[in-house]
């Protein structure tokens, strides 16, 4: 905060306090130049609005709901650690077009395309934001900077026996949560944050609440015969609200590759789980609507990229 007093001499001094700095003064011909001074060194020590300045702000507003983080919280935190990286020192008011430009061709260097998209689009919201919710004076630059193809949606699904090898080769811990996840199309971090209080067995359901799910909504998972049995054991000994599997992510992600690798099955990762469970529903003759119950999709875009039916498959249904 700035001060003025003026001194024997006429000149107005003018010193500017800031909590846990020392305060710094100067003296000036007239009140008008103090103020002008007072100004500039106000902006030049006020933090300028970065991504790194911003996101926990963006991450608290945004992507918290009533106290709980939504679904998808870790992602966009990863992905805002990324382009703040990249744009440390450079505030939003102060970011191009251009800057946009030479982020996407340096990040197309290290990453897939599709990762590059997600990251801008990030940007844009975060832009957006930041202008309306906080009167940021920025744009949002990323309009008619041309995004990079989303890529090919993964096609490679889990063949019954290709499971049987991997659960052979996979740990204890890690066995009854990849049989859940091919059995139910649950993600990763929804299967980890099971409570005993989630499941209803007599329904046949998981209700997953919004803040676990990735697009925020709360959703019920229909179970299998086999989904049923792995939880009811699961649950033995659980408190009502105590997570039944003792693992993180990233420990279920390395074990389920672990396994892969010796069990030799290629390409695959523990999301190829989901997009198997997705098809196998999909190929026991579904509906749309039925399928969207299954994954927790809202669009029929987003759908298609999980549902890979094969011809021969459905060949009967056409008899």
Same mark, same amino acid.
């Given at each position: 905060?700035?001060?003025?007093?003026?001194?024997?001499?006429?000149? #107005?001094?003018?010193?500017?306090?800031?909590?846990?700095?020392?305060?710094?003064?100067?003296?000036?011909?007239?009140?008008?130049?103090?103020?002008?001074?007072?100004?500039?060194?106000?902006?030049?020590?006020?933090?300028?609005?970065?991504?790194?300045?911003?996101?926990?702000?963006?991450? @608290?507003?945004?992507? %918290?709901?009533?106290?709980?983080?939504?679904?998808?919280?870790?992602? =966009?935190?990863?992905?805002?650690?990324?382009?703040?990286?990249?744009?440390?020192?450079?505030?939003?008011?102060? %970011?191009?077009?251009?800057?946009?430009?030479?982020?996407?061709?340096?990040?197309?260097?290290?990453?897939?395309?599709?990762? #590059?998209?997600?990251?801008?689009?990030?940007?844009?919201? +975060?832009?957006?934001?930041?202008?309306?919710?906080?009167? #940021? !004076?920025?744009?949002?630059?990323?309009?008619?900077?041309?995004?990079?193809?989303?890529?090919?949606?993964?096609? #490679? &699904?889990?063949?019954?026996?290709?499971?049987?090898?991997?659960?052979?080769?996979? @740990?204890?811990? @890690?066995?009854? *949560?990849?049989?859940?996840?091919?059995?139910? !199309?649950?993600?990763?971090?929804?299967?980890?944050?099971?409570?005993?209080?989630?499941?209803?067995?007599?329904?046949?359901? &998981?209700?997953?609440?919004?803040?676990?799910?990735?697009?925020?909504?709360?959703?019920?998972?229909?179970?299998?015969?086999?989904?049923?049995?792995?939880?009811?054991?699961?649950?033995?000994?659980?408190?009502?609200?105590?997570?039944? +599997?003792? *693992?993180?992510?990233?420990?279920?992600?390395?074990? +389920?590759?672990? !396994?892969?690798?010796?069990?030799?099955?290629?390409?695959?990762? +523990?999301?190829?789980?989901?997009?198997?469970? *997705?098809?196998?529903?999909?190929? $026991?003759?579904?509906?749309?609507?039925?399928?969207?119950? =299954? @994954?927790?999709?809202?669009?029929?875009?987003?759908?298609?990229?999980?549902?890979?039916? $094969?011809?021969?498959?459905? !060949?009967?249904?056409?008899?």
């Amino acid at each position: 905060m700035a001060t003025f007093r003026t001194l024997p001499s006429g000149k #107005v001094q003018c010193q500017i306090r800031k909590a846990g700095q020392k305060p710094i003064s100067s003296t000036h011909p007239t009140l008008e130049d103090a103020e002008q001074w007072a100004r500039e060194q106000e902006q030049e020590q006020s933090p300028a609005n970065t991504i790194q300045l911003l996101a926990p702000l963006y991450l @608290s507003e945004v992507m %918290i709901k009533a106290g709980k983080k939504r679904g998808g919280y870790d992602s =966009v935190e990863n992905r805002l650690t990324v382009v703040a990286r990249n744009l440390r020192t450079t505030a939003l008011e102060a %970011i191009t077009k251009e800057d946009v430009v030479a982020y996407r061709s340096h990040r197309l260097n290290a990453v897939t395309g599709s990762t #590059v998209r997600l990251e801008i689009q990030l940007l844009s919201r +975060f832009l957006r934001w930041a202008k309306e919710e906080h009167n #940021v !004076a920025c744009e949002d630059v990323t309009q008619g900077v041309k995004l990079p193809e989303a890529g090919k949606a993964r096609d #490679v &699904i889990v063949e019954p026996d290709e499971l049987r090898r991997i659960l052979k080769w996979a @740990s204890e811990k @890690s066995k009854p *949560i990849i049989e859940l996840a091919y059995e139910t !199309a649950m993600r990763r971090n929804e299967i980890l944050a099971i409570t005993p209080y989630m499941i209803d067995l007599d329904k046949r359901i &998981i209700r997953l609440m919004g803040d676990l799910t990735k697009n925020g909504e709360a959703r019920k998972v229909p179970l299998t015969l086999r989904a049923m049995e792995i939880l009811k054991e699961q649950c033995k000994g659980k408190q009502v609200h105590q997570r039944i +599997f003792d *693992i993180s992510p990233y420990g279920i992600t390395q074990a +389920f590759r672990r !396994a892969a690798r010796i069990a030799e099955v290629e390409n695959v990762c +523990f999301h190829s789980l989901r997009h198997t469970a *997705i098809t196998n529903a999909a190929e $026991k003759g579904l509906s749309t609507v039925q399928l969207m119950a =299954v @994954s927790g999709h809202k669009t029929l875009s987003m759908l298609s990229r999980y549902a890979h039916v $094969k011809a021969e498959s459905i !060949a009967h249904l056409l008899d």
